[in-house]
T-cell receptor, first 114, second 111 residues
Framework: NAGVTQTPKFQVLKTGQSMTLQCAQDMNHNSMYWYRQDPGMGLRLIYYSASEGTTDKGEVPNGYNVSRLNKREFSLRLESAAPSQTSVYFC?????????????FGEGSWLTVV | EDQVTQSPEALRLQEGESSSLNCSYTVSGLRGLFWYRQDPGKGPEFLFTLYSAGEEKEKERLKATLTKKESFLHITAPKPEDSATYLCAVQAVQGAQKLVFGQGTRLTINP
């Protein structure tokens, strides 16, 4: 039971570089999310996808883009990384409104921008 | 604006010493209140969902309760393996299935 799988687990970027965080879930969930976690700030929603083919901004979307590639996969892209994007990123998924709304998280991706 | 405040920020207990963690919230129509456990270097692990005031749920040494303004996570006779950060989050009726998180309570149980 893999649940929610994120790659890479660790990444160091230089300012201005781009990268994509990958996320896949094997629970046949409709909704997927990207959160970031910073000390003293808690978990904050970056983007979410309520269902395949849709994406919406969360609380802190600036500097990020997302792609819901198919029902299983939801990627987060940093086009031009900035030191303020140094954080731990969590992908999550849930079944959706109709069938329950517990959100399950992946193990996290540690990103450092220097 | 939906908001969640957890207290205390950190709590140290001796093994077997029971206590409670608090989660105060304001939300424009509560769909659910969630408790998660997070170990260092790991993602949040789901514990409970509470949907209405008066509801209680239990799992081993943990019991979560809910009122119209706050939730408590009671820990009875804790063990060192209960040491973790406990996160509280609310989900509003409006706003899809997004969760708004508190900053967490870091719990340490000394043997």
């Amino acid at each position: 039971n893999a649940g929610v799988t994120q790659t890479p687990k660790f990444q160091v970027l230089k300012t201005g570089q781009s990268m994509t965080l990958q996320c896949a879930q094997d629970m046949n969930h409709n909704s997927m999310y990207w959160y970031r976690q910073d000390p003293g700030m808690g978990l904050r929603l970056i983007y979410y996808s309520a269902s395949e083919g849709t994406t919406d901004k969360g609380e802190v979307p600036n500097g990020y883009n997302v792609s819901r590639l198919n029902k299983r996969e939801f990627s987060l892209r940093l086009e031009s990384a900035a030191p303020s994007q140094t954080s731990v990123y969590f992908c999550a998924s849930s079944a959706g409104q109709a069938t329950g709304n517990t959100i399950y998280f992946g193990e996290g991706s540690w990103l450092t921008v220097v | 604006e939906d908001q969640v405040t957890q207290s205390p920020e950190a709590l140290r207990l001796q093994e077997g010493e029971s206590s409670s963690l608090n989660c105060s919230y304001t939300v424009s129509g509560l769909r659910g209140l969630f408790w998660y456990r997070q170990d260092p270097g790991k993602g949040p692990e789901f514990l409970f969902t509470l949907y209405s005031a008066g509801e209680e749920k239990e799992k081993e040494r943990l019991k979560a309760t809910l009122t119209k303004k706050e939730s408590f996570l009671h820990i009875t006779a804790p063990k060192p393996e209960d040491s973790a950060t406990y996160l509280c989050a609310v989900q509003a009726v409006q706003g899809a299935q997004k969760l708004v998180f508190g900053q967490g309570t870091r719990l340490t149980i000394n043997p």
